[in-house]
């Protein structure tokens, strides 16, 4: 296991810790769920945010309403947000059908209206069935977040989307998050027209960063200690054999690859700095090496597939929420002691072969 050896000082009070939240539709529920349970822990402050998509989202609403009405008041708000996403969703075509009712599943793989949404998808630009180009969801930040308390407050936000032009990521921090560089962190482009900011087109962040490290580093603050929350598995056993299940794998491979080249670049440095001894490098490469990594997850991630990621019926964002603060009381009681003192994440495991 990688374990981080900065000298760390016994805290005198909360542990100032920054949070990496992953996108993935209405699997961004499930981080709800763990943002509930980490905001009911004082012994931890959340100092940054980065997220990307319904990473991003979350992100945006907890801190808006955190910097107005604390911990309680961000707990509040997210519930909100994910009950006006359920509400929403009472009008959607996009439900699941009657064999995965009746087999319990929360996909939509058997919903006729998914199938035909799938097939269409391939096949028709959004710019040819979308005229207006609106997302259902911009209403839905609009009602539930201040923007304004957003711009101005004391904890650090980073948004990313995809610059379609330059296949880049843009960072959007605080006063530059706005409803549309939500949208666009958000923007699959096979469902929904890029979301133009700046005269410059934007994609979904998952492209580029799911979600970016890198700004929460160089940005300097008051965290060594980076909690991860992934919604999109790594890891998944067996080979995809049908169309769904291949495109499935190709999503969770290509939302995940950013990521994973950052926390290998940080496995790498904290090689370097363990090996080196004085000859250690400093500067930014020190920032990075001396990052302490958790994750928190859910093997529940690898039973949902695609389809389940549109599925914001009610009863399944709240089962995603339980599951949320079930995997944070678990990663709190494993490891939270390890806050402040020492990375959790096994980082090694992602140079083999390299």
């Known amino acids: 296991m990688s374990k981080n050896t900065k000298a760390a000082a016994a805290p005198s009070g909360p542990v100032p810790v920054d949070l990496g939240l992953q996108g993935g539709g209405s699997h961004g529920a499930f981080t ?7 905001l009911e822990e004082t012994g931890i402050e959340i100092d940054a945010i980065s997220g990307t998509s ?6 945006a609403v907890l801190v808006a309403a955190y910097h107005q009405g604390g911990r309680d008041g961000a707990r509040a708000a997210l519930e909100r947000f994910w009950g006006a996403v359920a509400r929403a969703a009472l009008l ?9 009712i009746l087999l319990g599943r929360w996909t939509m793989d ?4 998914f199938l035909a949404m799938d097939m269409m998808a391939r096949l028709v630009s959004p710019y040819d069935i979308n005229i207006t180009g609106r997302n259902p969801l911009s209403a839905i930040l609009e009602e539930t977040i201040d923007f304004d308390r957003l711009a101005h407050a004391k904890q650090r936000l980073y948004v990313t989307a995809t610059n379609v032009r330059t296949g880049r990521g843009r960072v959007f921090r605080n006063a530059e998050v706005t409803p549309d560089a939500l949208l ?3 923007c699959l482009p096979t469902l929904f027209q890029a979301v133009e900011i700046d005269g410059e087109p934007y994609w979904d962040g998952g492209y580029s960063g799911n979600p970016t490290i890198t700004p929460l580093v160089r940005d300097g603050g008051a965290a060594d200690d980076l909690i991860l929350v992934a919604i999109n598995p790594v890891e ?5 054999r049908t169309a769904m299940e291949i495109q499935n794998r190709l999503n969770e491979i290509s939302f995940n690859a950013t990521i994973i080249k950052e926390m290998r670049m940080i496995a790498l440095l904290q090689q370097a ?7 250690a490098p400093g500067g930014e490469s020190a920032r990075w090496a001396s990052l302490r990594v958790h994750l928190i997850s859910s093997p529940l991630m690898i039973e949902l597939g695609y389809s389940s990621k549109l599925n914001a019926e009610w009863a399944f964002l709240t089962h995603l929420r339980d599951e949320g ?4 009381e678990q990663f709190l009681a494993e490891h939270g002691s390890n806050i402040g003192h020492r990375s959790s994440a096994n980082l090694d495991r992602l140079l083999e072969g390299v």
């Open 54 to 59: 319904a990473g991003a989202m979350n992100a």
């Open 110 to 113: 058997s919903s006729p209206a």
């Open 236 to 240: 998944r056993p067996g080979t995809p």
């Open 92 to 100: 959607s075509p996009l439900r699941r059908g009657p064999i995965d």
């Open 184 to 186: 666009a962190s958000a």
């Open 273 to 279: 700095m363990a090996t080196s001894g004085p000859e």
């Open 325 to 328: 603060r079930r995997s944070a």
């Open 32 to 38: 709800w769920g763990v943002l509930d349970r980490l």
